[in-house]
Every structure is written in C-alpha cells, then in structure tokens.
C-alpha cells in the first residue's frame, strides 16, 4: 500500500518560514507532488520532485528524500492567502494522495 | 478559458437515482483522472483513461460507478442508484502522458444524496 501521513493542522504567523512534512510508504513510484487547495476550491500544483534533493520555486521549496521515505513543503515568508490545505501526493500514476495539511496563517 | 471544466458543479439527489457527470479536458492532454473527494479528506482515485482507453480502475469503485471517454476527449463518470455515502466532490484531472506531469483539477461536481 502507499501510507501517506501529514500533519493535520498547522498554524504559522504571518512573515514567517513553515515546513509541512509528508512521510510514506510504498513500493515505487514516479515522483512527489505538492499540491494547494483553498476550501471549496480544486487543489492547484505547487511543485514536483523526482530526485533526490531540494526544488525550489520563489516562496515554495519541497525536499524528497526517497531512501528515507519522506519530503517536506517548505513556506517562506508567509502571506495570509497561503492558509490552504496542502496535499503532499506520490504519482504512480494515479496520484495518491495525503489527507492533507490545514495551514492556518495568523497575524 | 483552457482549464479542465466540470459539469454540473453541483448536483442534489434522492437516493437510488441515477447521475451523470460530464468533464472536459484541456484539449492537448491524453490523460484524465476522476477522484472523490470528501471533508477532511485528500483526493481519492477512482479510475483513468489514456486517451479512449480505461487503463485502471480503483478496487473501490463498485460496479454502480461507470466511466466513459469515448473518443478520447470528455469524459463522463456515471453513478447509478445512488446511496448516501456518494455524497461529495468529484474531481477531474488531466496531464500529459507519463507519471511525471502535472495534474490539472477541475472545479468538482459536488453531490449530495438525500
């Protein structure tokens, strides 16, 4: 199976660095999603690892580390609109998805 | 607009009626993927197509659950007498070929069985 386990919630102050963890189980696969959904919305990309190592894209970094089962979302300077969910999903494909982490932002 | 859309957004029903969903990928994309979503909840795989093609269907998908993409372009999920536990939001998503593209979502049909 492919146990995908994140925190439930989070809660960050406005301005500062978040990192959102995402640890898994499973026999193979093509890469590491992160995804963001606003509630009622469609969750929307926010990256893409493959390899082993750190992506980074302006404000949103992820890590993969495949060897120890487990990738981060890393949030920087932190904005109100960033309170979302944030899905961490591995692509077989299909993608299979984490529950998801409710990131509240405060100010 | 070039996005992945869905129709209806959102459908209310009786139980043990029929319903039928419709999306449409973006247009260059052989890729689509039906999910289910549910509160508290991340996405769930239900079943996907390459082209016209059903390459894999979840184990939990019932055989009341039937999904169609007859020429490879839109997709319909059909869901026959529903039951309550139906009730919420299905998503479409298309990508590329292979596991290493992006998915796109659509906004969702959300269903709710009375």
């Known amino acids: 199976g492919q146990n995908i386990d994140q925190p439930t919630e989070m809660t960050a102050t406005e301005g500062a660095i978040v990192q959102i963890n995402c640890t898994y189980q499973t026999s193979g696969f093509n890469g590491l999603f992160w995804y963001q959904q606003h509630a009622g919305e469609a969750p929307t990309f926010l990256s893409y690892?493959?390899?082993?190592g750190l992506e980074e894209k302006g404000r949103f970094s992820s890590f993969l580390s495949r060897s120890k089962g487990y990738s981060y979302l890393l949030l920087k300077e932190l904005q109100m609109k960033d309170s979302a969910s944030y899905l961490c999903?591995?692509?077989?494909?299909?993608?299979?998805f984490g529950k998801g982490t409710r990131l509240s932002v405060i100010a | 607009d070039t996005g992945v859309s869905q129709d209806p957004r959102h459908k209310i029903t009786k139980r043990g009626q029929n319903v039928t969903f419709r999306c449409d990928p973006i247009?260059?994309?052989?890729?689509l993927y039906w999910y289910r979503q549910t509160l508290g909840q991340g996405p769930e795989f239900l079943t996907y197509?390459?082209?016209?093609?059903?390459?894999?269907k979840s184990r939990l998908l019932s055989d009341r659950f039937s999904a169609e993409r007859p020429k490879g372009s839109f997709s319909t999920l059909e869901i026959q007498r529903t039951e309550q536990g139906d009730s919420a939001m299905y998503l479409c998503?298309?990508?590329?070929?292979?596991?290493?593209?992006?998915?796109?979502f659509g906004p969702g049909t959300r269903l709710t069985v009375t």
């Open positions: 197509f390459q082209n016209e093609a059903q390459l894999e």
């Open positions: 998503a298309s990508s590329l070929d292979g596991g290493g593209h992006e998915q796109y």
């Open positions: 247009s260059e994309h052989n890729r």
């Open positions: 999903a591995v692509s077989l494909p299909p993608l299979v």
């Open positions: 690892n493959v390899l082993d």
